[in-house]
Nanobody, 115 residues
Framework: QVNVVESGGGLVQPGGSLRLSCAAS????????MGWYRQAPGKEREYVAV???????LYANAVKGRFTISRDNAKNTVYLQMNSLKPEDTAVYYC?????????WGQGTQVIVSS
């Protein structure tokens, strides 16, 4: 059994910052790919950022230049540093870790950007 848990969400004013963390535990030794997705009410879940085991990163255009994804393989943890947050960033953020061809999802952490 693999457990994936996100943390770090909350309420922040526009222009503020948050750092999300996602740790995987259980029968998982390392993840090939780690990524973040988000889903706003009434909208489809969308890709935010991904990081590969060699450390390569990709970002959605909407967050490029503002968000930074990183990983700690020893801890099976992926992070998302979110800067210059906008109201349109408001969503539930989900972590996905891909291991041996299988995707493992967390339950999500809510981010609200509002004045």
């Amino acid at each position: 059994q693999v457990n994936v848990v996100e943390s770090g969400g909350g309420l922040v004013q526009p222009g503020g910052s948050l750092r999300l963390s996602c740790a995987a535990s259980g029968s998982i030794f390392s993840s090939d790919v780690m990524g973040w997705y988000r889903q706003a009410p009434g909208k489809e879940r969308e890709y935010v950022a991904v990081i590969t085991s060699p450390g390569g990163t990709l970002y959605a255009n909407a967050v490029k230049g503002r968000f930074t994804i990183s990983r700690d393989n020893a801890k099976n943890t992926v992070y998302l540093q979110m800067n210059s947050l906008k109201p349109e960033d408001t969503a539930v953020y989900y972590c996905k870790q891909t291991n041996r061809g299988t995707d493992y999802w967390g339950q999500g952490t809510q981010v609200i950007v509002s004045s």
